[in-house]
Structures are given as structure tokens and as C-alpha cells.
């Protein structure tokens, strides 16, 4: 099985243009983009879907609460478990369903719902929860083996780690700030892909 890797967008780490930087992601070979930008109302987040399904096409999946109103039209979302937990008919309404899970029961809740994969995290010390000790390479082994779905690892991930998070069993990794912030995403998305061979 292929080893993905998934882009998690935040606007606010890159300092050019970010529909052009999706645009760079997606030409670069990211499998998936996921629009995580939760500061956004519902009106905010529709228009930058549409902006970033012209860069993204296919490879765009959508994020949180803010993605619900848009499932018609784009199928593909990520969402906290609670959420799917409290509304499972959302499963009826995505062709492709993520979900974030913290430990080997939420993943297996997750999987119960019907979720595609999972993202599980936060694996390494990470500026998005800054002070807070990453849950380790045990943590991402024992919730990929807990399920038959495939596990996403987020949190901290670089080329320096990556081959240890396949070797943990993730079926992929998720990367924001390396991605967001890094002078060329094509180069970045290069290095993360000779770290696997």
C-alpha cells in the first residue's frame, strides 16, 4: 500500500500566496489537501473551498463543522470524532470520511462509524500544541494495529521522522507547518518522498 502524504493547511504560516501554495502542493504530489482553517465562518470557509478546489481539485478534502453545508458538493471531509459520533448519517453523505482520533478506542469508534482512515496525533512535539509532550511512536503503533482502517499520523512530522512513522504502521503522514511555511513545497514535498525510499 501506498505510503500518502497529506497536506494540513493553515493560511496563517505562509507568508505568500496560499492558493497558489495549494496550487505548488497539489502539483507536487500531495494525495490529499485537508482545508483546516477553523477560524472561518460559514460564509468565509465556502469561499475559500471554492478558490482552493480550483487549485486543488480532486485531492481537496474539507474540514470541520464549516465543511457540513458543502457536502453536496464537495464529499470529501474530515471531521472530530464527536462530531461524526453525534451525527453518524454524515457517513451516508462523503464519499471519502476522516476522522481524528487521540487513542486506540477513539480509533476504533472511528472505524465503527465508518470512517475511511484516521488521523492520529499529536505523535511529535509540535508548534500547534506548544508545551504539550507528543504521544510517541508506541502511541501511533498500537492505534494503527488497533484497526483495519488506515492511521494518518499528525503531529511533528519531517522528513527526519517519517520512515519511523511508516515503520509504527501508519499508512501516511499528515504535514502543516513544513508544507505551509517552507520556501518551495514542491522541494519539501521531494525531501519527504526521498526519506521513504
Known amino acids: 500500500m501506498?505510503?500518502?502524504?497529506?497536506?494540513?493547511?493553515?493560511?496563517?504560516?505562509?507568508?505568500?500566496?496560499f492558493i497558489a501554495r495549494l496550487s505548488e502542493i497539489s502539483r507536487g504530489g500531495a494525495d490529499y489537501v485537508i482545508?483546516?482553517?477553523?477560524?472561518?465562518?460559514?460564509?468565509?470557509?465556502?469561499?475559500?473551498?471554492?478558490?482552493?478546489?480550483g487549485a486543488c481539485g480532486?485531492?481537496?478534502?474539507?474540514?470541520?463543522?464549516?465543511?457540513?453545508p458543502l457536502l453536496r458538493r464537495l464529499p470529501r471531509v474530515h471531521l472530530p470524532l464527536a462530531v461524526l459520533g453525534n451525527n453518524p448519517a454524515l457517513?451516508?453523505?462523503?464519499?471519502?470520511?476522516?476522522?481524528s482520533v487521540h487513542s486506540s478506542e477513539e480509533a476504533k469508534?472511528?472505524?465503527?462509524?465508518?470512517a475511511d482512515y484516521a488521523t492520529a496525533g499529536h505523535v511529535f512535539e509540535t508548534d500547534c500544541k506548544r508545551g504539550v509532550p507528543g504521544r510517541g511512536l508506541d502511541f501511533l503503533k498500537a492505534t494503527a494495529a488497533s484497526v483495519r482502517i488506515p492511521v494518518y499520523a499528525i503531529g511533528g512530522i519531517s522528513a527526519r521522522n517519517l520512515a519511523a512513522v511508516r515503520g509504527a504502521g501508519a499508512a501516511g503522514a499528515c504535514v502543516m507547518s513544513g508544507l505551509m511555511s517552507c520556501p518551495s513545497a514542491r522541494a519539501e514535498l521531494e525531501a519527504l518522498r526521498r526519506a521513504l525510499a
Open 2 to 17: 501506498m505510503f500518502r502524504i497529506i497536506c494540513v493547511t493553515n493560511r496563517k504560516l505562509c507568508s505568500g500566496d
Open 35 to 53: 482545508l483546516r482553517e477553523k477560524d472561518l465562518n460559514e460564509v468565509e470557509y465556502a469561499e475559500l473551498a471554492e478558490r482552493a478546489l
Open 58 to 68: 480532486e485531492r481537496l478534502v474539507l474540514h470541520g463543522t464549516g465543511a457540513l
Open 91 to 99: 457517513r451516508r453523505e462523503a464519499e471519502l470520511l476522516g476522522v
Open 109 to 114: 469508534r472511528a472505524e465503527a462509524l465508518g
